[in-house]
């Protein structure tokens, strides 16, 4: 069964950093795609960033959503089977329920939530002003 799990959330001020972690058990997804996705209260879910490689490649290939690009980064630990999302120079507007998702399928860009076939519950991320 696989199950991915999310840490790192918490309550931080506006321009403050947090690193957000995603650990998947029950296979490994060293080709694929893993993404990140967030929601906040009374919106839809909204595509943060993914990151992604084919079998047959070694290039590892990020995207972000266009409100995190420049201060957002993804990254991938294979061999902890987590991906990462360093958070810079966060916002008030940077609050919400932060998702990790994965598939073994490779999708370019991966920002599309019907792209995945796994999700972890969320961490709740909370920016003051």
């Known amino acids: 069964q696989v199950q991915l799990v999310e840490s790192g959330g918490g309550l931080v001020q506006a321009g403050d950093s947090l690193r957000l972690s995603c650990a998947a058990s029950?296979?490994?997804?060293?080709?694929?795609?893993m993404g990140w996705f967030r929601q906040a209260p009374g919106k839809e879910r909204e595509f943060v960033a993914s990151?992604?490689?084919?079998?047959?490649?070694?290039?590892?290939?990020?995207s972000y959503g266009d409100s995190v690009k420049g201060r957002f980064t993804i990254s991938k630990d294979n061999a902890k089977n987590t991906v990462y999302l360093q958070m810079n120079s966060l916002k008030p507007e940077d609050t919400a329920i932060y998702s990790c998702a994965a598939t073994s399928r490779y999708y370019p860009g991966g920002g599309s939530s019907l792209t995945y076939d796994y999700w972890g519950q969320g961490t709740q991320v909370t920016v003051s002003s």
């Open positions: 990151i992604g490689r084919h079998s047959a490649w070694s290039l590892l290939t990020p």
């Open positions: 029950g296979r490994t997804f060293s080709s694929g795609t």
